[in-house]
């Protein structure tokens, strides 16, 4: 998988006011289009929005745009084999192991549309018809959404440069790339199905957090995911927790979206000022935002959102990694991919 770069401030001084300002909009819009999961288009507009890097080109759009069409698609293929476990379960699966591939091995993000969306939608099936329409609806609008407040920032906020971001990327080059594979698929598949078998979407975060172990070539890439997403979680808890704090005694809605927008704002200026890799900023954006919204939005006690995110993010970042060093040493009998030069995508 791409790692990002970090953002020059003469190429792209705005990245962190777009960020924020496409935060706030999908706030502000999340109720009267009627998203009853709006933690979902607000952390997929700000994983987006700070991801872009160089000058305007059609993919830095084609990612909100193409999310209605992945909605449909998903929550139909959900809804048509929930009711036939094994198709069910065969096709998830399926869907796994080829996400997995894409990113293994060609740094795809492809692969993760094949992942987590696909995982997100056959867990809402699972709960309930109603859930899994939610889903779609904030998947779609929000997508929709998002790619027409990207398109206004950019025109309002461009970037200041003509380059051309090529990404770069380290797909795991190996003599045995099935066996490399099938070690991956048996660590993440089990905790999947397992994942299925509880039908608690609290524990959904378990086989997210797996994908980005499972889907980094190296150990080095992998530790790199666990300080950056691990750490992140603490950060972003404790962020969150301030947040919840302020919106506790001024529980108004603009007190949150202006809370959550300066967050924003903060964390991704990071990416180009702070010392450490930019998707450790990301990622505790990421999280807080999540936090904050889940304990607002979903009912849930603010301090058992925080807590269970930690030690859920934590155990399974920690257990995938050592679960996949050994299983290498055991089959493979020496590290894969250490050593190996980034190659444009």
């Not at 953002?7 to 300002?21: F, I, K």
């Not at 099938?182 to 199905?193: F, H």
């Not at 996949?324 to 089959?331: D, K, P, V």
Request: with cysteine; hydrophobic share 55%.
């Amino acid at each position: 998988m791409e790692e990002l770069t970090r953002v020059n401030p003469n190429e792209d001084p705005y990245l962190a006011l777009r960020t924020a300002l496409v935060v706030a909009i999908c706030l502000i819009l999340a109720e009267p289009l009627g998203i009853t999961i709006p933690m979902l288009p607000v952390v997929i507009a700000m994983s987006m929005a700070s991801g872009q890097r160089g000058a305007l080109n059609a993919r830095t759009f084609a990612g909100p745009l193409v999310l209605p069409v992945i909605a449909i698609i998903f929550s139909w293929l959900a809804a048509a084999t929930v009711n036939t476990p094994l198709l069910f379960v065969l096709i998830n699966g399926l869907l796994m192991v080829g996400g997995l591939a894409l990113m293994l091995f060609r740094g795809s993000r492809g692969g993760m549309m094949l992942t987590v969306f696909p995982l997100l939608m056959a867990m809402m099936a699972l709960y309930s018809d109603y859930a899994l329409a939610a889903m779609r609806d904030a998947m779609a609008l929000g997508g929709l959404g998002i790619g027409v407040t990207m398109i206004l920032l950019n025109m309002l906020f461009p970037p200041q440069t003509s380059r051309v971001h090529v990404e770069l990327v380290e797909p795991l080059v190996t003599d045995r790339p099935l066996a490399a594979l099938m070690i991956r698929v048996a660590v993440y598949i089990p905790v999947m199905l397992l994942i299925f078998a509880s039908g608690d979407m609290n524990l959904l975060i378990v086989p997210i957090m797996l994908i980005f172990i499972c889907a980094e070539p190296s150990h080095g890439k992998r530790m790199n995911q666990v300080v950056d997403r691990g750490g992140g979680t603490l950060i972003g808890g404790a962020i969150a927790a301030a947040v919840l704090c302020i919106y506790s005694l001024v529980p108004q809605p603009i007190v949150l979206i202006l809370a959550l927008t300066a967050v924003t704002y903060f964390l991704i200026d990071k990416m180009t000022t702070g010392r450490g890799r930019p998707l450790r900023y990301q990622y505790i954006c990421s999280t807080a935002l999540v936090m904050a919204l889940s304990a607002t939005s979903g009912g849930r006690d603010a301090l058992e959102v925080v807590l269970q995110r930690v030690v859920l993010t934590s155990g399974a970042m920690i257990g995938g990694i050592l679960l996949l060093a050994l299983l290498e040493t055991i089959f493979l009998d020496r590290p894969e991919g250490e050593q190996q030069a980034p190659v444009p995508a």
